[in-house]
């Protein structure tokens, strides 16, 4: 059974740092192609970023240069770095292990509030 269990949300000032963790079970993490994904209220979920099985990362024009992804294969978690923080990155943020329509699985989320 694949779980992801996210941590590491929480508020923090414009300008702040944020390391959200996922912790997988059930799956390697090294082998497969991970996510994380954002849903601001009222907005639809997007990408933020990807690291794929040989670790190359991609991100989206509006967090590159200022989020980071990256795994450590040994306690099977992929992390966020997030710095440089704006009221605009706040959201819920989550893990996701997207192989086929049949092998989609998504975190419960963690919330990010990005307020002075």
């Known amino acids: 059974q694949v779980q992801l269990v996210e941590s590491g949300g929480g508020l923090v000032q414009p300008g702040g740092s944020l390391r959200l963790s996922c912790a997988a079970s059930?799956?390697?993490?090294?082998?497969?192609?991970m996510h994380w994904f954002r849903q601001a209220p009222g907005k639809q979920r997007e990408l933020v970023a990807t690291?794929?099985?040989?670790?190359?990362?991609n991100y989206p024009d509006s967090v590159k240069g200022r989020f980071t992804m990256s795994r450590d294969n040994a306690k099977n978690t992929v992390y966020l770095q997030m710095n440089s923080l704006k009221p605009e990155d706040t959201g819920v943020y989550y893990c996701r292990l997207f192989r086929n329509s049949l092998s989609d699985y998504w975190g419960q989320g963690t919330q990010v509030t990005v307020s002075s």
């Open positions: 059930g799956i390697i993490v090294s082998i497969n192609t």
């Open positions: 690291i794929t099985r040989n670790g190359g990362t």
